[in-house]
């Protein structure tokens, strides 16, 4: 029940700009784009989330439509180490009597692979 | 330095066996989540806890147990009632729950094989 589309690899040569994009077409008004990627055998790793705005990190850069129907996350500098498979996830939240809490609901994600 | 520590990183269970999966956090954060993972797939939320002595079932929560004794501390127990239980289970946490402008931060995960 992802609700997120993504395509399922790209290549990308050391040393340029990795785009990955994502479709969020029915994203919610208050809910957050995240990315995440995860190296094979270890943790998801948190790269950066947005709203509405274009973020910046020390990682990377997130473009999120006007519509925010969808994003694309920037690595500027690919480098070998960038390789790994990339989650774009829409948060989703549900409130209980104690207050709220959220899951993050991961796809199949993108398979990118930096090539030297 | 500040993070997730899960352990062990491989676990190895005989049929018929509980096994107990540790995740400590010393981030200071409120909520913790336990999710699973299979080969090739998403992740999936087994349970989580927004506050100490406090936690609430995800969408794959039966066969598994938790507890919330401590907020640096978030357990995970997988019985033998868990009829398919090799995955790659990951803990988390983030600061604040119900905060979507919070990030969940991962450990490295354990790794679990049924022999």
Redesign the interface.
């Known amino acids: 029940d992802a609700k997120t589309t993504q395509p399922t690899s790209m290549d990308c040569a050391e040393g340029r700009a990795a785009n990955l994009p994502c479709n969020h077409s029915t994203i919610s008004g208050n809910e957050y784009v995240y990315w995440y990627r995860q190296i094979h055998s270890q943790g998801p790793q948190y790269i950066i989330h947005g709203l509405k705005n274009n973020e910046t990190n020390e990682m990377a850069s997130l473009i999120i439509t006007e519509d925010r129907k969808s994003s694309t996350l920037i690595l500027p500098h690919a480098t070998l180490r960038d390789t790994a498979v990339y989650y774009c996830i829409v948060r989703v939240i549900s409130l209980s009597t104690q207050g709220g809490s959220e899951k993050l609901v991961f796809g199949k994600g993108t398979k990118l692979t930096v090539n030297p | 330095d500040g993070g997730?520590t899960?352990s062990p990183k491989y676990l190895f269970r005989k049929e018929g066996q509980n096994v107990t999966l540790s995740c400590e956090q010393n981030l200071n954060h409120d909520?913790m989540?336990w999710?699973r993972q299979d080969p090739?797939?998403?992740?999936r939320?087994i349970y989580?806890s927004?506050?100490v002595n406090?936690f609430?079932k995800?969408?794959i929560a039966e066969g598994y147990s938790v507890s919330r004794e401590k907020k640096e501390s978030f357990p995970l127990t997988v019985t033998s009632a868990q009829k398919n239980p090799t995955a790659?289970y990951?803990c988390?946490s983030s600061s604040k729950?119900?905060?979507?402008?919070q990030?969940?931060?991962?450990?490295?995960?354990t790794?679990l094989s049924i022999l």
């Open positions: 997730i899960q909520a989540y999710y090739g797939q998403g992740l939320l989580y927004q506050i406090d609430q995800g969408d790659f990951l988390a729950a119900g905060d979507s402008n990030p969940q931060h991962f450990g490295d995960g790794r």
